[in-house]
């Protein structure tokens, strides 16, 4: 199997393949994930190798426990590299890098030129834009977890999740399944949370790659969600920016949080079925979670659950979808 991937990686790669969507007809959902992961690692290690000759940069950090200059390497190191240079609490603790006092960068993602460097955390003084990014991170992990919750039989399609709204309760994932009406108990949520759980344990960094359009299209040839998506995404620039975490690859503007241990409680909620133009039915999950070491008693956390079982009416991205009916709470 592994190497029958990689010869279908390469020939894609190359461009060899007349009609890349006719894969569509034969990849299983894990087969695409597999896929997603190889070609994502391919590019990868294509961009690392066309930096060519390696330029440094100086990095002014600012902060405890005291500034420094650090000289890394240009388009190779990343904030996470400069964290590492300072301790492991700050490799660990940072949510997101503000460089040169105005732009949210991710953890994982290289520097490009000279520049300030400061971290954020969970308790910065202003910590709008890291409870964004953590949200956004939570529907991220989400749509991980859905496509590896269901067995091979079920078709899994991820659709698109909105963007972060702390205000609404929940974050969410809108997921087209080859079910048409199911109405998930409550330990199947209990489940979709001890996958969750499962995974953020395990720590994985939240990677960051740019690729091209067409890049993109292949690698999510089996979505036509994702397809449909990507024109608009790449008209700025022609560049989608994907993430991944372990395996999983998908689209988001990011930024995305350091690493998956920076969710500390959380629960998958509900599961409402949703009403739109598809051959699948699309399901909207829904989650709430607090940072690593935000600690909330049972009584004060129930109350958030509670809350995050209600359908959230957050538009999707892509379609009218509208609620069908509540499939299952907690």
Same mark, same amino acid.
């Given at each position: 199997m592994k190497r029958q991937m990689m010869h279908l990686s390469r020939n894609l790669l190359q461009n060899k393949c007349s009609n890349t969507y006719s894969l569509s007809r034969y990849l299983s959902s894990q087969e695409a994930i597999e896929r997603r992961h190889h070609l994502f690692s391919l590019e990868k290690k294509r961009q690392l190798e066309s930096v060519g000759r390696i330029e440094k940069i100086e990095v002014q950090y600012k902060g405890v426990p005291k500034d420094c200059t650090?000289?890394?390497?240009?388009?190779?190191?990343?904030?996470?590299?400069?964290?590492?240079?300072?301790?492991? =609490?700050?490799?660990?603790?940072?949510?997101?890098?503000?460089?040169?006092?105005?732009?949210?960068?991710?953890?994982?993602?290289?520097?490009?030129?000279?520049?300030t460097l400061e971290f954020q955390s969970y308790n910065s003084a202003e910590p709008q834009q890291v409870n964004k990014a953590f949200w956004r991170s939570c529907s991220f992990l989400l749509g991980a977890v859905a496509t590896r919750a269901f067995k091979d039989k079920v078709e899994v399609k991820l659709h698109s999740f909105p963007g972060p709204d702390i205000r609404s309760g929940s974050f969410i994932y809108d997921v087209a399944l080859s079910l048409?009406? =199911?109405?998930?108990?409550?330990?199947?949520?209990?489940?979709?949370?001890?996958?969750f759980v499962s995974l953020s344990r395990r720590a994985a960094a939240m990677e960051r790659l740019?690729?091209?359009?067409?890049?993109? &299209?292949?690698? !999510?040839?089996?979505?036509? !969600? &994702?397809?449909?998506?990507?024109?608009?995404?790449? &008209?700025?620039? /022609?560049?989608?920016?994907? *993430?991944?975490?372990?395996?999983?690859?998908?689209?988001? &503007?990011?930024?995305?949080?350091?690493?998956?241990?920076?969710?500390?409680?959380?629960?998958?909620?509900?599961?409402?079925?949703?009403?739109?133009?598809?051959?699948?039915?699309? *399901?909207? !999950?829904? /989650?709430?979670?607090?940072?690593? /070491?935000?600690?909330?008693n049972h009584f004060a956390f129930k109350v958030l659950t509670d809350r995050a079982q209600k359908l959230n009416p957050s538009r999707s991205p892509l379609g009218p979808w509208e609620p069908r009916q509540a499939a299952a709470r907690a």
């Amino acid at each position: 199997m592994k190497r029958q991937m990689m010869h279908l990686s390469r020939n894609l790669l190359q461009n060899k393949c007349s009609n890349t969507y006719s894969l569509s007809r034969y990849l299983s959902s894990q087969e695409a994930i597999e896929r997603r992961h190889h070609l994502f690692s391919l590019e990868k290690k294509r961009q690392l190798e066309s930096v060519g000759r390696i330029e440094k940069i100086e990095v002014q950090y600012k902060g405890v426990p005291k500034d420094c200059t650090l000289i890394m390497n240009k388009d190779i190191s990343t904030p996470h590299d400069c964290a590492k240079h300072l301790s492991e =609490w700050h490799a660990e603790s940072s949510a997101l890098a503000l460089i040169d006092g105005a732009v949210h960068w991710d953890m994982h993602r290289p520097l490009t030129e000279n520049c300030t460097l400061e971290f954020q955390s969970y308790n910065s003084a202003e910590p709008q834009q890291v409870n964004k990014a953590f949200w956004r991170s939570c529907s991220f992990l989400l749509g991980a977890v859905a496509t590896r919750a269901f067995k091979d039989k079920v078709e899994v399609k991820l659709h698109s999740f909105p963007g972060p709204d702390i205000r609404s309760g929940s974050f969410i994932y809108d997921v087209a399944l080859s079910l048409p009406a =199911w109405q998930p108990s409550s330990q199947e949520l209990h489940t979709l949370t001890a996958e969750f759980v499962s995974l953020s344990r395990r720590a994985a960094a939240m990677e960051r790659l740019e690729v091209s359009e067409e890049l993109a &299209k292949e690698m !999510f040839v089996e979505n036509e !969600f &994702k397809v449909q998506q990507i024109p608009s995404i790449a &008209k700025a620039n /022609g560049k989608v920016t994907l *993430y991944r975490v372990e395996n999983h690859v998908d689209i988001s &503007k990011g930024p995305l949080i350091n690493h998956a241990a920076q969710v500390g409680r959380v629960g998958v909620t509900a599961v409402h079925r949703l009403e739109g133009p598809s051959d699948f039915q699309l *399901y909207r !999950f829904q /989650g709430v979670a607090l940072p690593a /070491g935000v600690i909330l008693n049972h009584f004060a956390f129930k109350v958030l659950t509670d809350r995050a079982q209600k359908l959230n009416p957050s538009r999707s991205p892509l379609g009218p979808w509208e609620p069908r009916q509540a499939a299952a709470r907690a």
